[in-house]
């Protein structure tokens, strides 16, 4: 199913706009349409929202669920939306990287209002508002998309009084070739007698490298190109990317690697990059 990522603020619009998406594309266009709801995700986990957003670990198992509920769903043919706030970018760009795996095509629809906007709609929602402590704090969290990242494109930004872009979106999806699987999406049977060796040098070189050192000492955020390892990019979100803590992920990513293993030494830099990219979302 081709891939449509709502984001946005808190109480920007975002349910209301994918209802009108789901509604053209079920009626005029006539396909399936499966919605992957943060709101219901979270409720099925037992989780008040307030609570659930003022708690990391919480809210990175609610991506977790949603991303899992996503790739149970997509295929090539219809559609699936996840109708959440998507603020993190690293995190649409695992998105991304999922429905690149599975061939299929995938838009960002950015509703786009003021946070003073955003706070007089949650002031109406009753029982299912957002305090003013957690609609501020998602609000300075929030990473806005950018047409010029690969991963948030195409992107349809919606704003107030616009109408949603609904024959554009369904041309993105329907009318333009889904980017091809890279290596760090294709897997394969184990087989050279040297991999253990060159996988624990190659991942060994990843979190060793200059650039990530140089990284981790300067907290910088954003884009690292990585050296050795053709069109890999780690996305890097300051102090979370210490030294022990990728050391830890180095570890966890040779076991996986050995669960689930491939016979080209030449994909695993890519595949450890993608790996690090999900662990540090």
């Given amino acids: 199913m081709p891939l449509i990522l709502m984001t946005g603020l808190p109480s920007s619009g975002k349910s209301t706009r994918m209802l009108q998406l789901k509604e053209i594309f079920e009626h005029i266009h006539e396909k399936q349409v499966c ?5 219901k995700v979270m409720i099925e986990s037992g989780n008040e929202k307030n609570a659930l957003f003022s708690d990391a670990a919480k809210e990175k198992m609610i991506r977790g669920l949603i991303k899992s ?5 997509i295929n090539r043919e219809d559609i699936v939306i996840i109708d959440a706030g998507n603020y993190i970018k690293g995190y649409r760009y695992e998105l991304y990287c999922m429905s690149k795996a599975s061939k299929t095509t995938q838009c ?9 906007t955003a706070w007089e709609w949650n002031s109406k929602r009753g029982d299912e508002q957002y305090t003013k402590e957690t609609f501020d704090a998602l609000t300075m969290r929030y990473e806005a998309p950018d047409s010029r990242n690969r991963w948030d494109s195409p992107l349809f930004t919606v704003l107030q009084d616009d109408e949603v872009p609904c024959e554009h979106v369904y041309k993105a999806l329907y009318e333009r070739k889904a980017p091809p699987p890279n290596q760090s999406t294709q897997c394969a049977p184990l087989s050279s007698t040297n991999f253990l060796y060159e996988m624990d040098r190659i991942t060994l070189d990843v979190v060793a490298s200059r650039t990530i050192l140089f990284a981790q ?12 390892c053709k069109d890999c990019t780690l996305m890097t979100r300051g102090g979370n990317m210490t030294p022990a803590q990728l050391s830890r992920l180095r570890r966890q990513f040779l076991l996986y690697i050995k669960l689930h293993p491939t016979t080209d030494i030449n994909k695993i830099g890519s595949l450890f990059v993608q790996f690090l990219n999900t662990s540090l979302s």
Wanted: glycine fraction near 10%; charge should be negative; proline fraction near 6%.
């Fill in 35 to 39: 919605v992957v709801s943060e709101h």
């Fill in 69 to 73: 509920e996503a790739q149970r769903l």
């Fill in 108 to 116: 960002t629809v950015h509703c786009e209002v003021s946070p003073e």
């Fill in 217 to 228: 000492q300067l907290g910088l955020e954003g884009e690292l190109k990585i050296p050795g």
